[in-house]
């Protein structure tokens, strides 16, 4: 396999203050350090932090959204809610379950993008105008409720072996049964850092414990969404987010 060294960046994701510094060549000429790259549709940063893709999603969503105004100003209603669900929503939720953020200005960030697509459905942008109730006439649910739906449905899918991705050593399945955990709990795992407490597991595993233990029986994927999700929209509105 040949490798063209200008179309390749070397980045060092490191906790060290000072990193050690190696220089990367390929047939002789030196890789160019990067501090983010885009792999497989997510920005990757050297902080392992979300702010860069997180810009990158709703700057192209907001792209995608203004084409649909310019070319569907004049349609109905659900055309438009349609056209938003089909063109803009999975920009902003493209692999969800591995870069949930948790500042919530990102979270805030994301919103606003379909906040606006509720005012572009209405045609509405007076100020006055209550966004929230365009959105409960919509019954479109919050982007954190189904990003954490998302990641729900991704460790469902470990969990019954749906995907071929296996659970990492840390995840254990939890030696007592509590009052509050299901038949399939597993134990919580107890971070350092932000950065890994709001990883995939570590993050998803505490909401996992919490739904009943019906649900993470269902037989099917859309099944066990069909009883999670009401249970979800209680979990998202709990301020969980931090303030950078």
Request: charged fraction near 15%.
């Amino acid at each position: 396999m040949c490798f063209n060294a200008g179309k390749c960046e070397a980045l060092s994701i490191t906790r060290k203050t000072k990193p050690f510094n190696y220089t990367y060549e390929v047939d002789g000429q030196r890789i160019q350090k990067s501090s983010n790259h885009k792999y497989l549709g997510v920005t990757i940063t050297n902080q392992l932090d979300w702010k860069a893709h997180v810009q990158n999603v709703t700057a192209s969503a907001r792209s995608t959204l203004g084409v649909l105004r310019r070319n569907l100003s004049s349609c109905p209603s659900q055309v438009k809610s349609r056209a938003y669900q089909a063109l803009v929503r999975p920009n902003l939720e493209y692999a969800s379950a591995a870069w949930n953020p948790y500042v919530k200005q990102q979270v805030n960030a994301l919103e606003a993008v379909q906040r606006q697509a509720a005012r572009f459905v209405y045609n509405n942008y007076e100020r006055q105008a209550s966004v929230t109730q365009m959105l409960q006439r919509l019954e479109w649910d919050s982007l954190a409720t189904r990003r954490l739906l998302n990641q729900n449905t991704m460790f469902f899918k470990i969990h019954h072996g749906l995907v071929n991705i296996p659970f990492p050593s840390t995840v254990l399945p939890s030696v007592r049964q509590g009052r509050a955990c299901n038949i399939y709990s597993y134990q919580a795992i107890q971070p350092r850092v932000n950065t890994y407490r709001y990883s995939f597991f570590v993050r998803t595993i505490p909401v996992w414990n919490r739904l009943p233990s019906p649900v993470v029986s269902s037989l099917t994927v859309r099944h066990f969404q069909a009883l999670a999700l009401p249970l979800l929209r209680d979990m998202a509105t709990t301020p969980t987010h931090q303030s950078l």
